[in-house]
């Protein structure tokens, strides 16, 4: 599954100031470069009026290149005796002065630029950003965006694909995450109030928009990511399940493993003869583990060790019995806890699978694809949980048979690799203590040789 990095910590939130709008959302810009100074005396009006054909009083319309706005707080309606209302009079109108709309076009313009323009954009500079609407968090945008650009696909083709159920352009990793931002409902709220020029907004705004044209896509991606992991849970599932059937047969049918069980029973009866504990007629398994920690007398060798020994003295052919237990590595492994979750899940995904293919035929011709390929996938994934459900049951009924073999709780895990791991290794600790005895015996050997040699040369001489 790919990591995706972990988000930034959030900043704090933005603030709003005499010039935004809240209901607009934040306005993120760079400030333009200043114009230049000029006066609105009478000569300068005249030369103004000379220079420039296209001027217009403030109140006048006309069509023209469209200007970066100003992001005010507006007053609607003048107050008797404001500065507002007495602007409106006729004679206050005629003193306003008159603007250079080609000077401002030039200046405050928002059309595309020339290519000259776009090539000294390309070019390391300080020049203004396009203004962006900013509706969403901040640090909830700044995430998303990061999500955006680990998927690096056309959000149109990324929700079509959702669509068309197709789990060839996103993983699952990657459609957890654009759960995770789907729109809320305060949000869509929030962009379907949104009245401005939605090419302004965002890259998570626009993201956002093009998920709320999918009906209940939150829903959808769901789906989507149940059935791109279905497969891979069912195949994890259904090897877990076949281990425990395989392991369960294995220790029932081996002879060497009974041995060893009846050999350490005989040991712990000895061991607690005339006690509360003694004449048992079996043990929990957990006791396995506790025969490393008795230790004989002389603490070089612990009960574990003597196992071992006697095992290899009177049943040597035993001693190899963990390999007719291959599969209690990998079972060892696994809990039957977590199995059951596992099985759970896949169950009520099952389940929503088909609460959506019902839902989804309602939803028109924008989902009659989905709808198509959901059937499709809900009926090979209902014929696999039904033969997973049966590989289940009959697992199940392994593990408490096994349970029930051992005297056990079948609620436990009797699956127990620790015994094993130990009793080989005592018994290659004997190996070797063997083999270091024998050494020593060879040279205590020798050395008696060459004293008797020895004692024999003084004997003949002179």
Known sequence: MITWPPPPPPGPPPK?????????????????????????????????RSRSPRSLR??????RTPLKPLHWVKVSRATQGSLWAETQKSDEASRTPEIDISELESLFSVAMPNMEEKRARQRPSVAAKQEKVLLIDLQRSKN?????????????????????????????????YLIKFCPTKEEMELLKG??????????????????????????????????IKFLTQVADLKNSLNTINSVAEEVRNSVKLKRVMQTILSLGNALNQGTARGSAVGFRLDSLLKLIDIRARNNRMTLMHYLCKVLSDKLPEVLDFNKDLTYLEPASKIQLKELAEEMQAITKGLEKVEQELTTSEKDGPGSEIFYKKLKEFLADAQAEGRSLAFLY????????????????DPVRCPFEQGFVKTFERAHAENLRQMELEKKRAQMEAE????????????????
């Open 144 to 176: 998303c965006e990061i999500m955006l650009r680990n998927i690096k696909m056309p959000l149109p083709d990324l929700m079509s694909s959702v669509l068309a159920l197709d789990d060839s352009i996103v993983d699952g990793d990657q459609v957890d």
């Open 194 to 227: 949104f009245t401005g020029n939605k090419e302004n907004l965002g890259k998570c705004e626009q993201f956002f928009l093009e998920m709320m044209k999918v009906p209940r896509v939150e829903s959808k991606l769901r789906i989507l990511s149940f059935k």
């Open 58 to 63: 403030p109140n006048q319309s006309s069509k």
């Open 447 to 462: 050395k008696e040789k060459v004293k008797a040699a020895a004692h024999k040369e003084d004997l003949l001489e002179p």
């Open 16 to 48: 709003n100031s005499s010039n935004s709008l809240p209901s607009k959302g934040n306005v993120v810009s760079s400030s333009p470069p200043p114009p230049p100074t000029f006066s609105f005396g009478a000569k300068d009006r005249s030369t103004a």
């Open 393 to 408: 049951s009959t697992a199940g009924k392994s593990a408490d048979s096994l349970a029930h073999y051992f005297g056990e």
